[in-house]
């Protein structure tokens, strides 16, 4: 069975430009969040989707925006970029449908800001 | 890949000792909690996870503890390999099986050969 898979890994952007970064979760699995993950501030979470539906939302402004599609498939899209958006942008998929499912990690997409 | 998760508590061990990495956690709803262990330029691996209604499980050389008193979390990893070198990091999960994990700062061990 395939892990969860993103793309990019790598990418280099400039400031105010945006980004949009995708996830495949694991087959069979509805809900899907995204993390961020700085040295400074450690692995943050971002937003959950099940469903097509945004679920929960961390801290994050507005410019951090993401969507779900019929096939759980994923996406992020960061608008405006700023230096401080350089992190490693995790995604991780789960059943989501009872307590306790197993929350997966894919290995990130690597964002530079220059 | 680079390195995240600068400026770490490290912990340093034997190859063949055992090691324990605690966490403390915020929330006292949290009804569900993970370890995840991370290797350089890769994303979090699952290594176990343990519900509020538990105190202890235990896995393949690892164990979780769980002390919901105070808050506290707990990875036992008997005979430390060079391979478990990565950083841990505990998870607690709010909203039980929804994707919303709150994360520990990480642990970085180290395993001496």
């Known amino acids: 069975k395939a892990g969860v898979t993103q793309t990019p890994r790598y990418l280099i952007k400039t400031r105010g430009q945006q980004v949009t970064l995708s996830c495949s979760p694991i087959s069979g699995h509805r809900s899907v969040s995204w993390y961020q993950q700085t040295p400074g501030q450690g692995l943050q979470f971002l937003f959950e989707?099940?469903?097509?539906?945004?679920?929960n939302k961390g801290n994050f402004p507005g410019r951090f925006s993401g969507r779900q599609f019929s096939n759980s498939r994923s996406e992020m899209n960061v608008s405006t970029l700023e230096l401080g958006d350089s992190a490693l942008y995790l995604c991780a998929s789960s059943g989501g449908t009872s307590k306790g499912n197993t929350i997966y990690f894919g290995e990130g997409s690597w964002l530079t800001v220059v | 890949g680079e390195s995240v998760g600068l400026h770490l508590p490290t912990l340093s061990v034997q190859e063949g000792d055992n090691s324990i990495i605690n966490c403390a956690y915020s929330?006292?709803?949290?009804?569900?909690f993970i370890w995840y262990k991370q290797e350089s330029g890769k994303g979090p691996q699952f290594i176990i996870d343990i519900r509020s209604n538990m105190d202890k499980r235990q896995g393949q050389r690892v164990t979780v503890l769980l002390n919901k008193t105070v808050k506290h979390l707990s990875l036992q990893i008997a005979a430390t390999q060079p391979g478990d070198s990565a950083v841990y990091f505990c998870?607690?999960?709010?909203?039980?099986?929804?994707?919303?994990?709150?994360f520990g700062k990480g642990t970085k061990l180290s395993v001496k050969p």
């Open positions: 929330n006292s709803a949290s009804d569900y």
């Open positions: 998870a607690e999960a709010p909203g039980g099986s929804q994707g919303n994990l709150i």
């Open positions: 989707y099940f469903s097509e539906t945004q679920r």
